[in-house]
């Protein structure tokens, strides 16, 4: 993606970690449209349910331009795609998934990304040094943190810390939570599964994408650091570096 002043860089990746025997995680990395999706379901109807959100997501890759309102309704199409999927197999039915991300769009003032949530994936924005979480979980964690009840780093490792109150999959569309940034060269952004939450620390996430290299390296790196302290979930990452053009 060109813009004449910045091009972007991108990595995915993904590891099943060392519990779980199928990878419910999906992403999508094409054409402006940046996404992680973590399924849940029985009988890895999880898998098919963040499988079918990355391709709706992905038809809006194969467009020149979009615009954030397009955006949010393909998430509320994927919402759609995976209830018509659970009404043909019955094995699916209730399967759901989270979906997080950024896409590059148009509007009156120029390009802006737009960042979504739904769940508990996160994005972050790294610039200048420093990490910002962007997106706020939709969780049960989360909802006690805001109200008092509990520190940041206590739902970190609360029992109920796995329990999301919004999803797609859903009779109705959930709200979607939706962000409009500028571009910046220079920036990182990344969109994660909670798989690389729950197991490396926010602290520890600045410094690992800090260290630089490809967008490839990082995300792998990310992934790896993941695994190595415990790997309790499936790990996914989307790694996009937006950097200034030579052209430019
Ligand atoms: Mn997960």
Redesign the pocket.
Known sequence: MDAGEWTVRVGVATEVGRVREHNE?AAVARGGVYAVA?GMGGHAAGEVASAVTVRTLAELGSQAERTAGQVLAQIGRANDAILAYSRRRPECAGMATTVTGFALVTGPQGPSWVVFNVGDSRVYRYADGSLEQVTVDHSEVQLLVEAGYLTPAQAAVHPLRHIVTRCLGRPSWPPVDEWELPVVAGEVLLAC???LTGEVADGEIERLVGAGGDPQEIADRLTARAVELGGS??VTVVVVRVDASLSA
């Open positions: 995680d973590d599964s909670d798989g979930d499936n």
